[in-house]
Each structure stands twice: as C-alpha cells, then as structure tokens.
C-alpha cells in the first residue's frame, strides 16, 4: 500500500494562497485515484478535491475555482495550490489514495489556518 503524507500547511490571512504537497512512498502511476481531504474542526474528514488517471478531476463546490491540484506522477508528488482563502477552509488536510477502504490508512495531516 503506497503511503502518504500532506506537508506544507501554515498560516496565511483570508485572501492568501498556500500550497500543500504530498510525498508517497511508491509509484502512484497504478493508483486509479487520488485526492485531497479536509477535517475543519467539529466535523468529519472530507473528500475536497479528486483526480483519476483518465484525468477526471472533481472539485466541492466549496472550493472549486480556489483549489488546483497538480500531479507529477513522474516524480510520485501530488500538490494542491489553494488561493483566495478563507477562514473556513481552515482545518487539517491529508492526501490519500481515492476510494479510501477499510485498510487504508491515513498520515498525519498538515494544519492550515486562514485568519480573518
């Protein structure tokens, strides 16, 4: 199971960009999907943005036009540029295989924090 761990997180004000990457432990070339989650405070982790191989690309509502994700499977890194943030897109971020199963498991995240 390829692992895969979020860095890059920090605080930025409303308004700013912050890029994230994704370090994996394998080849993600025969991965079928990829994405970034989100876990705000109070509430449960949420799948945010996801890329498959056939270059499908899915965006929430909530961050679609702000958010891009980049994949550079040739060098097993994925990045997720975020701009015109907000307050609310405050929370800890992962990258993770998509879909997640049961054994599937998590890396420690990275804490963003957007100030009013």
């Known amino acids: 199971q390829v692992q895969m761990v979020a860095s890059g997180g920090g605080s930025v004000q409303a308004g700013g960009s912050l890029s994230l990457s994704c370090d994996t432990s394998?080849?993600?070339?025969?991965?079928?999907?990829v994405g970034w989650y989100r876990q705000v405070p109070g509430k449960e982790r949420e799948l945010i943005v996801d890329?498959?191989?056939?270059?499908?690309?899915h965006y929430v509502d909530s961050v679609r036009g702000r958010f891009a994700i980049a994949i550079y499977a040739n060098r097993n890194l994925l990045l997720l540029h975020m701009n015109d943030m907000r307050p609310e897109d405050t929370g800890v971020y992962y990258c993770?295989?998509?879909?997640?199963?049961?054994?599937?498991?998590w890396g420690p995240g990275t804490q963003v924090t957007v100030s009013s």
């Open positions: 890329a498959y191989r056939n270059r499908t690309t």
């Open positions: 993770n295989v998509v879909p997640i199963y049961p054994t599937t498991s």
């Open positions: 394998g080849s993600i070339n025969g991965i079928p999907g």
